[in-house]
């Protein structure tokens, strides 16, 4: 019964050891497939980060920009192409504009 016994036992064990190795080979495949997947992961939580700090930072700004009266100002004009009442908008070319010299910005010799 012992002889048995102890065959039962290594017939068990060889069998446990192949089933280790098999799911070890197995975890080992998986692992080397998603790979790159995790690299990618990490990739994207890192621009996620930093854009999430730089929207933090474009929200301070634009709140601070919205408190003070002359930068709301230049946000209708700029973005909205818009005048306030009583303003008059002149268009100058970049020709005309670097045409003209003005004598209190020139150097003195």
């Known amino acids: 019964m012992k002889i048995y016994h102890h065959k039962f ?4 064990s060889l069998l446990l050891l192949l089933i280790i190795v ?6 080992y495949f998986e692992y080397q ?6 690299q990618e992961i990490e990739s994207l939580e890192k621009t996620l980060i ?11 700004q634009i709140a ?10 230049k ?3 700029d ?4 005048a306030l009442p009583g303003e008059k908008v002149i268009f100058v070319s970049k020709e005309v504009l670097n045409s003209i010299s003005f004598s209190i910005f020139s150097k003195k010799k």
């Open 9 to 12: 036992n290594k017939i068990l």
């Open 22 to 27: 098999i799911l070890a080979k197995s975890y």
């Open 33 to 38: 497939k998603n790979k790159p997947y995790k």
């Open 50 to 60: 930093k854009t999430k700090k730089e929207n933090i930072l474009l929200k301070k």
């Open 64 to 73: 601070a920009s919205f408190f003070h009266p002359l930068e709301r100002e």
């Open 75 to 77: 946000e209708i004009k």
């Open 79 to 82: 973005k909205m192409g818009e």
